[in-house]
Nanobody, 123 residues
Framework: EVQLVQAGGGLVQAGGSLRLSCAAS????????IGWFRQAPGKEREGILC????????NYIDSTKGRFTISSDNAKNTVYLQMNNLMPEDTANYYC????????????????WGQGTQVTVSL
């Protein structure tokens, strides 16, 4: 069974950092692309970052460039989202997702999702 299990998240003050993890089981990152998404209340789910099977990363949100990074540890079958200098507008439920082949920021193209984790950034 293909499964993604997320960890991390929580409450942090503005300017702080958090790291989210996404551990995969039932498949290896050699075959799948992993994306991070977020969804704030009343808003659509939006793609943040994606990492390809060859380690290429793509960032889809200008406001997170220079603050958020995605990385993978293939030995642990885990992908990370490092978030620095967090701002209140980063408050959302964060998800990782997996799909075969190429990166995309379109949530509808990802068949496998983590359970989501809440990130709340206070002033």
């Amino acid at each position: 069974e293909v499964q993604l299990v997320q960890a991390g998240g929580g409450l942090v003050q503005a300017g702080g950092s958090l790291r989210l993890s996404c551990a995969a089981s039932g498949f290896t990152f050699d075959d799948y692309t992993i994306g991070w998404f977020r969804q704030a209340p009343g808003k659509e789910r939006e793609g943040i970052l994606c990492i390809t099977t060859s380690g290429v990363t793509l960032n889809y949100i200008d406001s997170t460039k220079g603050r958020f990074t995605i990385s993978s540890d293939n030995a642990k079958n885990t992908v990370y989202l490092q978030m620095n200098n967090l701002m209140p507008e980063d408050t959302a439920n964060y998800y990782c997702a997996a799909k075969p082949y190429s990166c995309t920021g379109l949530a509808t193209l990802y068949p496998t999702w983590g359970q989501g984790t809440q990130v709340t950034v206070s002033l």
